[in-house]
């Protein structure tokens, strides 16, 4: 039996379709305030099917909060957010559908602590998909031998190491089948060691299609990666260029001194 | 498509009606059932608050009067403290005399506030409280220094809740300590013993520990041994504070890391050294809250005593409440008490709050 | 190096009773065998003077005492009892009557405990202050002055049965306690009981198919709904097999008290109200650190996941926060039961209020504290017993 683990076509069957050649993430005028903090400035940024962006910048700088805004987890309280041409905004069912076709991965894993690995990947595709438990366990299982712990199935992530942890959090937003996967930092809370092993099933993933947004200061992975760079400063998308010219040509001030910096050690 | 800088306008967020009116929608009437809920509260509330004020306050008797001008009144019978508010807290203690107890709970009450300050902490305040003690003691039993003697059973009210819980604490907090040492002790005899006391302790109500107190111990004790009443209260109650202080140390000592121990190993100290210098000062700080939260527990249990028949706080206004007359006035005589009860242990679980949250930060700032 | 020798040749030259001394497994025989004469010392010498003491006073020890009539009556049993009946007869009556009061304390304290703890999380500024100020004055009042506070308001501020308070038809506040309306004995509300019995193992057996449908399908069921009416249901067929009986009585005033209806007596419904109030504070703080505890990004990952809110308290946040709430929440249930010998304060009759009066007839002091001190500690124990078996079985698995 083999069980279709790619992302599912962009005319699927729940919400509206985009129509080919739209951007999958559209974002226009984005502005978000914390109290009186202003956290996104006017951000602009459309995402095509199958691209893959990173997002950089000083740790305050927004990006978090952006790809947070994108399936909702963040409200913004100005401008248009577009994702497979569903809007988001204060609307459950909306969001509901969109969070359907987004994955997200954490910089802190967020895996239920008392689930089993199994349940993880399957309490979604079960309650929000209503997948038969059998499919949704075969397709898990696929999962985790893409990601290359299948023999962790039945433990508790307690019993995981960090890099195990992040790599079974893929796992879990991939059975969902999302047409775009959203990380946030998802290797900055773990050991140098184990943080190959998480790039490793993410560069697989994007070699596969899959479009991704990733906030990551590792730039080799951006390097290898990326279609597009994002800087971000202060709320602002203050740069974005190929992994290319961004590394050899960045054009802002405030970009070669983040690089200096990243790159100094 | 680069550098945005020039062109991001920065203006306010979107701004709903700013003051009084947004911090009413923002936590009064956000949702529709909250809206329901707020307006169910402001209506209990003018049904209520009023009613409370006129009880109270506005049609209560506040001057001295006998109970039966009370009966006529439909407020509060203040009167009743008037006539009854130094025996509750005096007790039986010689009317005269009463100065000395109050000087003995302001003497007590102010180390209490100093020891709050952990600047105090150190050598100083052990002299002050050891000091502090005795001088309470001579003012309430006298017998020197021209004091004339007051026998324990006639001390009451106040003085006596206070003395229960501070004695009480004294002794119990190094036995306490004493009894978590030995539960986690390798020696199997040890602390099959320790660990039997606790949990006999922990697993039975205070009141079975009171009454073994003051039923059992004249029947343990050889017959020429006779202690009184007070005493073998204080003894039930010191044995069992000690029991759940154990308990609360025994939390600290498990917080410390094995590495500590290691170390202190390394370094040659003997057990005790090891206990005294290393190992007990970090698992006591650590314990702070969760002793004070003991500490606030076991002062209201002190109230159990009226049960074996000592008149403290509660104890003394029982008994001013069983007086012909006055048996009505339950309320304000309890609300008097309770309000006693809630201020001394309302600051001391307020101050528990406050040094857990500088602790939390003192360890934070030391990772 | 001269000094490091000459220590160590001194130490060699020590007796050997020195070098017993210096071994750490000797010492800590030595000091266990120190502590071991220590305990049987006292005993002994606590025991030596007891036999003394109640051979002088006359007192038999044992509980034979337990067999001979007791000769007071009691205000309020669960089964027939009078003075003639024995002491063991009325030690059984107490302690049905502490069970019965834990037993609905504890569940009317959960639920409102449940309740204020949530009350103190809510947006609302004025529930979530009403809350804390709850829990504030019930958890820094003693547990024996709430209880002698609320014994007051039903004795004296409670209107005489003649001017029953009379807020529900049937239903009577006065100073001889709550009179409730009760449905007349009958075959039916037996039958009726059968029934909910089969109603709840039909629950189950429905949840059971529901999760296997659910396993091959995908489709959910809303297994509670149809659990709850099933349960209702089934009693309701169990009430109308037998015989339907409508019969209720209602509680009447005959000359200076009430006739009929179900009584629940001042003293306890004091025990009843202040025992809840009070271990319903602790609760409420336990229900609200308990659900503070689940990470705000275990909430968030499962919304990220598509999960709506209901199914994220469902199956994210309460399974998690329930493993942090219940083994506190058993200690308050300990608590509460223990807390129940207060009783002896307003005159409720429980295990040790019996034990006192019993204790106080016969000078069995001995035995009396026995009974109590063997009753809370089996239960104290049954209790930790069952939270070691949670703990290894349900606490989460972690390295």
């Known amino acids: 039996m083999t069980v279709d683990t790619r992302p599912r076509p962009a005319a699927g069957s729940d919400g509206p379709a985009t129509a080919p050649g739209d951007p999958i993430i559209q974002i226009q005028g984005l502005n978000k305030w914390y109290g009186d903090f202003h956290v996104l400035k006017d951000v602009d940024l459309s995402v095509d099917q199958g691209e893959k962006i990173v997002v950089c910048g000083p740790s305050g700088s927004g990006k978090s909060t952006l790809i947070r805004c994108v399936n909702a987890l963040e409200e913004h309280q100005k401008g248009k957010l577009l994702v497979e041409g569903i809007e988001v905004k204060n609307d459950l069912k909306n969001i509901d559908a969109i969070r359907r076709e987004v994955g997200m991965v954490f910089q802190q894993f967020n895996l239920f602590p008392h689930l089993t690995v199994m349940d993880n990947l399957c309490l979604a595709p079960v309650w929000v998909r209503r997948t038969p438990r059998r499919e949704a366990e075969a397709t898990a299982m696929q999962l985790l031998e893409r990601v290359k712990i299948p023999e962790q199935a039945d433990k508790y992530p307690g019993q995981l190491s960090g890099g195990q942890q992040q790599r079974v959090a893929i796992a879990r937003a991939l059975c969902m089948r999302p047409k775009i996967m959203l990380f946030d930092e998802p290797t900055s809370a773990l050991d140098p060691e184990m943080i190959k092993e998480v790039l490793d099933v993410m560069i697989e993933l994007a070699e596969e299609g899959m479009t991704m947004v990733v906030v990551t200061h590792e730039m080799g992975f951006a390097e290898k990666v990326a279609n597009r760079v994002i800087f971000m400063d202060q709320g602002e998308i203050v740069e974005q260029a190929p992994p290319s010219e961004f590394f050899s040509n960045p054009r802002s001030e405030r970009t070669r001194q983040f690089l200096g910096q990243i790159l100094s050690h | 498509m680069t550098d945005r800088i020039e062109t991001g306008q920065v203006t306010g967020p979107p701004r709903a009606p700013t003051g009084a009116i947004r911090w009413l929608r923002e936590n009064l009437f956000n949702t529709w059932y909250n809206s329901l809920l707020t307006l169910v509260i402001v209506w209990a509330g003018f049904n209520i608050v009023p009613a409370m004020v006129d009880w109270l306050v506005l049609e209560a008797v506040w001057h001295a009067a006998p109970p039966e001008a009370c009966r006529e009144a439909a407020g509060a019978c203040w009167a009743f403290l008037h006539e009854k508010g130094r025996f509750i807290l005096f007790g039986l203690y010689p009317y005269d005399e009463q100065w000395r107890p109050t000087l003995a709970v302001a003497l007590a009450l102010g180390l209490i506030a100093v020891s709050g300050d952990r600047r105090s902490w150190g050598r100083w305040l052990a002299i002050a409280w050891a000091l502090g003690i005795v001088a309470i003691a001579l003012l309430i039993r006298g017998g020197a220094l021209g004091l004339s003697y007051v026998p324990n059973n006639q001390w009451g009210g106040l003085p006596l809740t206070l003395g229960l819980s501070i004695v009480g604490l004294v002794f119990a907090f190094p036995a306490g300590i004493l009894l978590a040492l030995g539960r986690r002790s390798d020696m199997p005899a040890v602390k099959a013993v320790c660990v039997a006391y606790i949990e006999l302790i922990r697993g039975v109500p205070l009141i079975t520990v009171l009454f073994m107190a003051s039923l059992l111990i004249p029947l343990f004790l050889p017959q020429e041994l006779s202690i009184d009443k007070l005493l073998r209260a204080q003894i039930g109650l010191i044995m069992f504070a000690a029991a759940y202080l154990a308990e609360v140390v025994r939390g600290g000592l498990q917080a410390i890391p094995r590495g500590q121990y290691e170390a202190a190993d390394a370094l040659g100290l003997t057990y005790w050294q090891k206990m005294r210098l290393i190992i007990l000062p970090q698992a006591l700080t650590i314990a702070i809250p969760p002793l004070v939260n003991t500490f606030i527990g076991f002062i209201k249990d002190t109230s159990l005593v009226v049960i074996i028949g000592l008149f403290d706080l509660l104890g003394a206004t029982k008994s001013a409440l069983s007086e012909a007359g006055w048996r009505p006035m339950y309320k304000e005589g309890y609300l008097f008490i309770a309000l006693i009860y809630f201020v001394i242990c309302y600051s001391l679980s307020k101050y528990s709050q406050a040094l857990e949250s500088r602790l939390e930060t003192g360890r934070r700032a030391r990772r | ?399």
């Open chain 3, 1 to 399: 190096m001269a000094v490091v020798s000459e220590s160590e040749t001194s130490r060699q030259r020590r007796s050997p009773l020195a070098a017993l001394w210096n071994d750490p497994r000797y010492r800590a025989v030595i000091y266990q065998l120190l502590v071991i004469a220590g305990v049987v010392f006292v005993v002994g010498y606590l025991v030596s003077n007891t036999m003394a003491n109640l051979e002088q006073r006359q007192i038999a020890t044992g509980f034979g005492f337990l067999d001979r009539e007791a000769g007071f009556a009691i205000s309020e049993s669960m089964f027939s009892y009078d003075a003639t009946d024995t002491y063991g007869r009325a030690f059984l009556v107490g302690l049905t009557n502490t069970f019965r009061v834990a037993i609905i304390g504890v569940v009317l304290a959960t639920i409102l405990g449940v309740i204020i703890g949530i009350g103190r999380l809510s947006t609302n500024w004025l529930v979530a202050k009403l809350a804390s100020a709850y829990v504030e004055v019930t958890r820094n009042v003693p547990l024996l002055l709430q209880l002698l506070v609320w014994y007051g308001v039903i004795t004296y501020a409670l209107p005489h049965p003649r001017d029953a308070d009379n807020p529900l038809p049937g239903v009577f506040f006065s100073n001889r306690g709550i009179k409730l309306p009760a449905p007349v004995a009958d075959i039916g509300w037996l039958t009726a009981s059968v029934g909910v019995l089969v109603g709840i193992v039909g629950a189950i057996a429905l949840a059971r198919w529901a999760k296997r449908r659910q396993d091959a399908t995908g489709q959910p069921f809303p297994t509670f709904r149809a659990g709850l009416a099933a349960i209702v249901g089934a009693g309701i067929v169990g009430w109308a097999v037998g015989g339907a009986p409508t019969a209720i009585s209602v509680p009447e005033l005959a000359g200076f008290n009430f006739r009929g209806g179900m009584t629940l007596t001042p003293e306890f419904a004091a025990v009843l109200l202040g025992l809840t109030i009070y271990t319903a504070g602790f609760i409420a703080e336990i229900v609200r650190s308990g659900i503070l505890a689940v990470s705000h990004g275990q909430t968030e990952a499962a919304h990220a996941l598509g999960l709506r809110r209901n199914q994220v308290l469902r199956l994210v946040v309460l399974p998690q926060a329930l493993r942090i709430i219940i083994p506190p929440m058993t200690t308050q249930y300990l608590n509460l039961t223990k807390n129940s010998s207060l009783a002896v304060a307003v005159g409720y009759p429980d295990l040790v209020s019996i034990g006192n009066t019993t204790l106080n007839q016969t000078g069995q002091a001995i035995e009396a504290i026995s009974i109590f001190m063997a009753v809370y500690l089996s239960l104290s124990l049954g209790i930790s017993l069952f939270m070691n078996w949670y703990n290894s079985h349900i606490a989460l698995v972690e390295r």
